[in-house]
C-alpha cells in the first residue's frame, strides 16, 4: 500500500494542481481522514445534499474549494478512500453576487475601484447565507475511489474501484493504486472542463505531465487484482 509519507505529499501536489486551476480555497481543519462518525454513516445515503451538508458542518474534508466543493482523502488500516464531492447548491462568485444586490444599471455606472470596494465589503455571513438558501444543482458530481481487501472478489467488488455517482453497486475496477494527485486530475478534468481544456492546449508537455503522475500509481499485486478481471472494463 501508500506509505504515509507518499500519501501526504500526493495531497500536496494535488493542492498545488487545484492552485494552478484557481480552484484551491483552504485545508481543512482536522487531522487527515479524521472523519466524523456522521459523515461516514451518511455516505451510505442517496442524497448528494446530505453528504455534503453534513461534512461541512464536521469539517470532514481535507480541501475546500473556491466553490465551497470539497476532496476528502483518508490512508487507514491498509485502506484507501478518496471522495470529490461538488457543491449541491449552484454557486454564485461575490462579483455575481452583486447583480442579486444592484441593478444592471448601478453596476454599470461603477468604476472598477468602486466594483472592489464594494466586494470586499460584503457581508460574510449574509453571503453564506445566500448561497446555502440557492437551489440544487441537478449536475453536481459525486466522485469516490476506494481500495480495500474487505470483500474482494474478482468480477463482484475488487480491490481497487472508483465509483461515479451515488449508486453503490457502480464500481469501476481499476488494476492501480491511485495517488490523491491522479484522482484530484480527473475530478478537475471531468467537473471543471473549460478549465481543464485551456490549460490542456496551452501545455506542450502534458503527456509526460500525466506521464508523471501515474508513475507514482502503484501496481496491484497477485492478492488484489486477478487476470480474469481483465475481461471487464476496467481502468489501468
Known sequence: MMNDAQFKISISKSIELLTTFSLFKSRGKKGIGNHSLNSKKIGKTNSINQIY??????LDYE??????????????NGELRYAYIQNPHSFYTKEEYL?????????????????????????????????????LNSQSNYFRY??????????????????????QNVRIPVSLLLTPLKFTKFCIKNTYF?????YAL??????????????HCIKLNGTQWNAIEENELYLR
Open 63 to 76: 480541501i475546500l474549494l473556491h466553490d465551497q466543493s470539497i476532496f476528502q482523502f483518508s490512508n487507514a
Open 202 to 215: 496551452g501545455r506542450v508537455d502534458l503527456d509526460k505531465e500525466l506521464s508523471e503522475i501515474k508513475k
Open 99 to 135: 447583480n442579486f444586490i444592484f441593478t444592471p444599471d448601478d453596476l454599470l455606472a461603477m468604476d472598477t475601484d468602486e466594483l472592489n470596494l464594494l466586494i470586499e465589503d460584503i457581508d460574510e455571513n449574509q453571503y453564506e447565507q445566500f448561497l446555502n438558501e440557492q437551489e
Open 194 to 198: 473549460d478549465k481543464w481544456k485551456k
Open 146 to 167: 476506494d481500495a480495500s481487501s474487505i470483500g474482494y472478489s474478482p468480477l463482484i467488488h475488487s480491490f481497487s474501484h472508483l465509483h461515479i455517482g451515488l449508486n
Open 53 to 58: 451538508s453534513t461534512a461541512i458542518e464536521n
